[in-house]
């Protein structure tokens, strides 16, 4: 009898074995696991089915998710034309919590205070508020597509940490790459006392912020969805309130209604892609987050007439590149690790 492993919606891991009349293993006969307690249940052949199904769920909520990032960014860009950057994030937050407070009201107010290692919610909570500050104020004076290729730049900036932070193997490959990746980053820069701005430096610190909030909640996986973006949302509602001291400006009933949409999409899009990194391999996700350069330039061009220039476009096309052949290389040398097996979530 040929026994296999397969990952399951109910386990981590459990013993397949096919039974069948004739002994021949490809005969699909009935179905029998054994999970390493030893005790034994049949497994029908959808159940079988349910992993690959929740890679597809997790993938197609992953491209919703971005889309709406990018649709969530646009708006953004456009609302911080008029208002600053605090009064933005600070009714943005709120808005969030159209779509949070049922799902807070839902799991629990207490369960917001149980949670696994405090000092790196503590520390994702800050890197995000500042990913979205910083975003924010880069968009302020350059072109969405612009931003959005040094944020194309976080998951090389995750595969280098990595290995500092999670201790992960990276070969001389994945660092040839990432080498070649932060080229293309210096390629967009274009480090010079007559070309570096300040704008610049803020999409820069944002999208390594974005990159280290990758890294944490990777640790914090345990963490329900609620309890991880209700946190975030309230630091970025507290850094709000404080830069909107002595900035604030009344808004219509527009565009206060507007703000608050970019909290409701915002807070969609995160919820999304939390999702789905817990239903699909992070390997299978990464190569799908470019798609966020796709729609930025879309909307720079229908919304802002923005043309990314070729510098932007040269440089934006090395970070892909170098991206995706990290993604194939960690796919190619390196065993998947058990968080990455799909299994069913609560």
């Given at each position: 009898?040929?026994?296999?492993?397969?990952?399951?919606?109910?386990?981590?891991?459990?013993?397949?074995?096919?039974?069948?009349?004739?002994?021949?293993?490809?005969?699909?006969?009935?179905?029998?696991?054994?999970?390493?307690?030893?005790?034994?249940?049949?497994?029908?052949?959808?159940?079988?089915?349910?992993?690959?199904?929740?890679?597809?769920?997790?993938?197609?909520?992953?491209?919703?998710?971005?889309?709406?990032?990018?649709?969530?960014?646009?708006?953004?860009?456009?609302?911080?034309?008029?208002?600053?950057?605090?009064?933005?994030?600070?009714?943005?937050?709120?808005?969030?919590?159209?779509?949070?407070?049922?799902?807070?009201?839902?799991?629990?107010?207490?369960?917001?205070?149980?949670?696994?290692?405090?000092?790196?919610?503590?520390?994702?909570?800050?890197?995000?508020?500042?990913?979205?500050?910083?975003?924010?104020?880069?968009?302020?004076?350059?072109?969405?597509?612009?931003?959005?290729?040094?944020?194309?730049?976080?998951?090389?900036?995750?595969?280098?940490?990595?290995?500092?932070?999670?201790?992960?193997?990276?070969?001389?490959?994945?660092?040839?790459?990432?080498?070649?990746?932060?080229?293309?980053?210096?390629?967009?820069?274009?480090?010079?006392?007559?070309?570096?701005?300040?704008?610049?430096?803020?999409?820069?610190?944002g999208s390594l912020s974005f990159a280290l909030a990758i890294i944490l909640s990777r640790q914090l996986r345990g963490t329900s969805d609620t309890t991880l973006v209700t946190w975030q949302t309230l630091g970025s509602l507290v850094v709000g309130g404080a830069l909107t001291l002595g900035s604030w400006q009344t808004p219509s009933a527009l565009d206060f209604g507007a703000m608050l949409l970019l909290g409701i999409v915002s807070c969609g899009a995160h919820l999304m892609i939390t999702r789905a990194l817990k239903l699909a391999p992070a390997s299978t996700l990464a190569p799908l987050h470019y798609t966020l350069l796709l729609w930025a330039v879309v909307f720079g061009l229908v919304f802002f007439n923005d043309v990314p220039s070729s510098r932007i476009l040269v440089g934006s096309a090395i970070i892909v590149l170098a991206g995706l052949f990290i993604f194939h290389r960690q796919k190619v040398v390196d065993e998947v690790p058990p968080e990455n097996v799909p299994k069913g979530v609560n």
């Amino acid at each position: 009898m040929k026994r296999r492993s397969y990952a399951t919606p109910r386990d981590s891991l459990r013993t397949v074995a096919y039974a069948t009349p004739n002994g021949n293993s490809h005969f699909p006969g009935p179905l029998i696991w054994t999970s390493h307690s030893g005790l034994g249940e049949k497994m029908t052949l959808s159940e079988l089915r349910a992993p690959k199904n929740l890679v597809v769920a997790g993938v197609l909520l992953m491209l919703a998710g971005d889309f709406l990032f990018a649709l969530n960014d646009a708006m953004g860009k456009w609302l911080v034309a008029s208002f600053s950057v605090g009064q933005v994030v600070l009714i943005r937050s709120i808005g969030a919590f159209i779509i949070l407070g049922p799902m807070i009201a839902r799991q629990g107010t207490a369960k917001l205070f149980r949670m696994e290692r405090l000092d790196l919610q503590i520390l994702r909570v800050v890197v995000t508020t500042l990913d979205t500050a910083l975003f924010y104020a880069a968009v302020v004076y350059l072109p969405l597509a612009d931003v959005m290729s040094f944020y194309m730049a976080g998951p090389i900036y995750v595969a280098a940490l990595s290995h500092f932070l999670l201790g992960e193997k990276v070969g001389w490959r994945r660092w040839a790459a990432i080498l070649i990746g932060f080229c293309g980053v210096i390629i967009m820069l274009r480090p010079s006392s007559a070309a570096l701005s300040l704008s610049s430096i803020f999409a820069l610190v944002g999208s390594l912020s974005f990159a280290l909030a990758i890294i944490l909640s990777r640790q914090l996986r345990g963490t329900s969805d609620t309890t991880l973006v209700t946190w975030q949302t309230l630091g970025s509602l507290v850094v709000g309130g404080a830069l909107t001291l002595g900035s604030w400006q009344t808004p219509s009933a527009l565009d206060f209604g507007a703000m608050l949409l970019l909290g409701i999409v915002s807070c969609g899009a995160h919820l999304m892609i939390t999702r789905a990194l817990k239903l699909a391999p992070a390997s299978t996700l990464a190569p799908l987050h470019y798609t966020l350069l796709l729609w930025a330039v879309v909307f720079g061009l229908v919304f802002f007439n923005d043309v990314p220039s070729s510098r932007i476009l040269v440089g934006s096309a090395i970070i892909v590149l170098a991206g995706l052949f990290i993604f194939h290389r960690q796919k190619v040398v390196d065993e998947v690790p058990p968080e990455n097996v799909p299994k069913g979530v609560n």
